[in-house]
Every structure is written in C-alpha cells, then in structure tokens.
C-alpha cells in the first residue's frame, strides 16, 4: 500500500507556496511590464526596465563593483578561515572543542542588525571610516559559519583512514589533506563557498550600518530607492538578483543536502 | 589507529578563526556593553563616565510601547508560522523525494534572496496603487490602506521567516517512523486524529526550536517593519537605527542592543539545545 497524503493537506501546501513565492513573482513580472507605475498583470512585454538599469551608472556599480566583488571575496576570505578551523574541529579532540564549535556558528544566532550596529559604533569609536574593505571584513563573520557547517558534515562523512594510507605511504599531513581529503570533500567545500557568498551578496542589515558612499551594496541601494518610490529598473536589478540566488541554489542542492541550513 | 585521536596541538588550525571572531565580533559587541553605562552627552555623544541612566530610562520612555508592539508582532508571527509551518513540513517531510526536493527549492531560494526584494513585492501587492487595490477599483470599490499597520508587517515577517519554523519541524518529523503513523492510521484514527496523536508530540522539539528561531528574527527585524509599516510601526530594531544615526544617542542605543542581543542570543542557543538534545536522544546517548 502506498502512503498517499491526503488532497486537503497538498492543496494547503499548494496555497502556501503560492502566498511564499507570490512576492518574488510579482517582482519579477513587473520588471518586464511596460508601466512604470507597477502594473500587474504587465500590459505588454518589454526589456526596457533592463536598459534603464544598464543606463544607470550608480545602480550598476552597486551589483557589479560593489555586491558581486564583495561576494566573492567574503566567500574567499570565509572559506580560507573556516576550511582550517573545520580540520580542527573534526580531526582533532581537545577540551573546548565543543564550545568552540558554539562560537564559530554564533554569528548565525546573533541577529545582523545588532551586529551592524555593534560594527558602526566600534568603527565610529576607532575613527575607522566606512569602505568596501570595513564591509568585507564585517561580511566574513556572517558567512564562516556556512562554510564551517558545510565542510565539518563533507569531513565527518569523509574516513580519516584514507588521509592516514596517503601518510603510510609518505605524503605529509598537508599533501595528505590536500591531494586527497580535499578533493573529496570538494562539494561540500563549493556549496560552503557558495552559501557563503549569497549571504553576503544578499545581506542589508550589516550594509545599512556601514556601507560607506563607495560601497554602497545593490541591497542598501534598492532599499534606498523603495523608500523613495523607485521605477521598474528597480525590478529589473532584484530579477537578476532573484536569477543569481536561484540558480547557485539549485547548483547546490545538486551537490548537497540544504536542510543543513537553519 | 583510527579517529578520534587526542591532539590538543591541532588545536592551533583553529585559531586564526578564533582570533578574527575575537576582533571583529567580540570586541563590537563589548564596546556596546561600555557604551551603553556611558553617560550621554548631547555635544560630544557620549562621556566615560558610567551611569545607569541609559537603562533606567528606558523604563518610562517610549521604549516600553515600542518594545511591547515589538513582541506583539513576534508573537503573532510565530503563532502564524506554527499553523502553516506544520503542514508544510509535514508534507516535506513525506512526500516523494523529488517532490520534496522540489518543495525544499522553493523553499530556501527565497529565503537566500535579499529581504529587501522580497518586501517590495509586497509593496507591488499591498500598495495603494498596488495589485490588490487596483483590482478593488477596477471593481468600483474604494482602495484600501494595507500597508503601513501592523498587519502589514506581521505578513511580511511570516513571508521571510517561515522557512526557519518549516526547516527544523520537517527533520523533527523525518524522525518519526511512519510505522507509527501507519498503526494510528489501522487501529482507526482519523489522519487529523493520527497527525494529533503521533505527529504533534513526537515534534515538539522540532516546534519548539522553530518557534525560539522565529521568534529571535520577527523581533529584531528591520527592513519589513520600515518598509512595510512605515513611520506609524516603530519597531525595537527601528528605534536603535534611528537613535545611532539620526539622534544621536548612542549610549541609550547601546543598552537597547544589549537587552535584544542578550533576548536573542539567549532564544536562540535554547533552540540549538533542544535540537541538540532531541537528536542525541535520537541515537540513544
């Protein structure tokens, strides 16, 4: 017999999925729609909320000189720092190994717009003045713990026996992790780097605290323009920023499990 | 030879990361606990010179109305993230797997996107030139005023917050071995009955850390509540944006963010403790 669930309980589902992506829809509508005034369902198909974004110099250097370059290295940095403390964690036993697991994931426990805060009153106390570089750093912290969470489960699941045949066989620990735990683990690895550079790339809470006038993020960027009432092209940059999510996402689910997420 | 070994020196790979959380989110956070038992000064912002005046005052400002909507929003969001959450990750959590991996896609991708994008396409719905009232007035009705109250957020926050109720019920209930479900099923329970019965009790861990999770989020969001609530829903995060960096008031800011912080942080660490605790019930230790 074959557990079938009950049609009340997949139409609910379906309801709520619909109320779930009904935003991102919408946005995503309008951007092609002709209107300027946020008509739905749009009249007419156009691209021309694209080309007025393109045509925006600011708006442009918010997604391509600000957001994407900081994604990437946020990413970059997190990876470099969490990879080795996720050795450490997993392939090592020492007393407060657990406890410091704990503070490697707290960023995630500890809401951004208190830590925005936090950040701008510390910078504001050592006359640090805001810049692409003050974000950066700020970025890494929120991101290691993806990177931590998602290289520990590839190495838990990974079986130290293969490092330790490659030292029998007289590599050093390094080449022992390098030439063959990571490559092993390589997915686990891309999907932290990944995560991590889609909460950086989509992160607002930490950017309206200290993104500085050179560095103000495609997020900061369109929020300021909502508050204002902005225009189409508005939609036309979340689209691509909706298109850019979605498809690292299912780019990681290929390679690995996201219910590791919350 | 085989792992766990005992090797207090690998200790030290994990240190260039214990050293960067020290500097740049430790240090943040105890220079806010200073500031906040600072005296406030209003032309040099603040003074070393400690007080409690910055948390005593709070008591008989308008922080008590402005906390309380605070909760109250979290509250209702919670409540509401229970009641879908739960068939949600019910259905997740059985129904095929490509379905379900479908399910969980639609599920995480919006909540990767940037929340700001997310609000303002409740704008384009709920806005007074919006999908909704656009429609009332095709029809000759009057527009409605849909944003800027409390409703308004409280949709918004559920909108973003959802997933983080649904993720950890859906493995609380992948737990459940559908057996039980089955046995409930033949000795006659109803499937409301069975889902009251089975489903309900053995998730609780599930449930309860959803709820601290969501909890911790709905109250210390803020781009929904000044997006889609406007100037008439200050909320707790609302308030310490604008006393840091329109009035001012940095001190007073300070012992705000503390209280929240340690309100959170504390949410949130119960959350992982539950689900800790349930799992290694799970394997028996």
């Known amino acids: ?262 | 030879m085989s792992a766990p070994r005992k090797r207090p020196y690998g200790a030290i790979l994990a240190l260039p990361l214990a050293l960067y959380l020290a500097i740049f989110l430790v240090v943040p956070f105890i220079n806010i606990i200073v500031l906040s038992f600072y005296t406030y000064s209003p032309t040099r912002i603040w003074v070393a010179e400690p007080t409690s005046a910055n948390y005593l005052a709070l008591v008989d400002g308008t922080f008590l109305t402005v906390l309380l909507r605070t909760l109250r929003l979290g509250l209702f969001c919670t409540v509401i993230c229970a009641l879908l959450g739960y068939p949600l990750a019910y259905f997740l959590a059985r129904a095929e797997r490509r379905i379900a991996t479908i399910g969980l896609f639609l599920l995480v991708t919006p909540l990767m996107v940037s929340a700001v994008i997310r609000t303002f396409g409740w704008l384009v719905i709920l806005g007074r030139r919006g999908l909704i009232n656009a429609a009332l007035a095709a029809m000759g009705l009057d527009r409605l005023p849909l944003l800027y109250n409390e409703t308004a957020v409280v949709i918004g926050l559920v909108n973003v917050f959802l997933p983080f109720m649904v993720l950890p019920l859906m493995a609380s209930i992948e737990r459940i071995d559908p057996a039980l479900e089955e046995a409930a099923r033949n000795l006659g329970a109803s499937f409301l009955g069975m889902f009251r019965r089975v489903i309900l009790p053995l998730s609780r861990p599930g449930l309860i850390s959803g709820c601290l999770l969501v909890t911790s989020a709905a109250i210390s969001a803020f781009v929904i509540p000044v997006l889609m609530g406007g100037a008439r829903v200050r909320v707790v995060g609302r308030l310490i944006y604008d006393q840091l960096l329109i009035s001012y008031q940095w001190p007073s800011a300070s012992a705000i963010a503390t209280l929240l912080v340690i309100a959170t942080t504390s949410l949130s660490f119960m959350a992982l403790a539950i689900t800790r605790r349930a799992s290694r019930q799970e394997q028996g230790i």
Request: aromatic share 12%; proline share 6%.
């Open chain 1, 1 to 262: 017999m074959s557990r079938r669930l009950p049609v009340p309980l997949t139409a609910f589902v379906g309801l709520i999925y619909l109320l779930l992506l009904a935003p991102l829809a919408i946005v995503i509508a309008v951007s092609f729609g002709a209107s300027a005034t946020f008509d739905f369902p749009p009249t007419e198909l156009t691209l021309k909320w694209y080309r007025a974004f393109f045509a925006n110099g600011e708006f442009v250097s918010a997604f391509f000189k600000v957001s994407l370059v900081l994604g990437v290295a946020a990413a970059v940095t997190a990876c470099a720092l969490g990879i080795i403390a996720a050795i450490a964690l997993v392939r090592f036993r020492f007393n407060g190994r657990e406890a410091l697991e704990a503070f490697f994931l707290a960023p995630l426990f500890i809401p951004e717009i208190l830590f925005g805060a936090a950040l701008y009153l510390i910078y504001a106390r050592l006359g640090i003045k805001p810049s692409m570089t003050s974000l950066l750093l700020a970025h890494v912290v929120i991101c290691v713990p993806f990177v931590i969470r998602n290289v520990m489960a590839g190495l838990i699941g990974l079986d130290p026996r293969l490092e330790e045949a490659a030292m029998s066989l007289g590599a050093s620990r390094v080449q022992a992790f390098v030439k063959v735990a990571l490559p092993l683990i390589r997915s686990s690895v891309l999907s932290g780097f990944i995560f991590a550079f889609i909460i950086s790339f989509s992160d607002i809470n930490l950017a309206l605290f200290i993104a500085g006038p050179n560095s103000t993020t495609l997020p900061v960027f369109i929020f300021n323009l909502l508050l204002f009432e902005g225009d189409p092209s508005v939609a036309a940059a979340s689209t691509l920023q909706i298109a850019i999510v979605g498809l690292l996402i299912f780019l990681v689910q290929r390679l690995f499990r996201p219910r590791t997420l919350v």
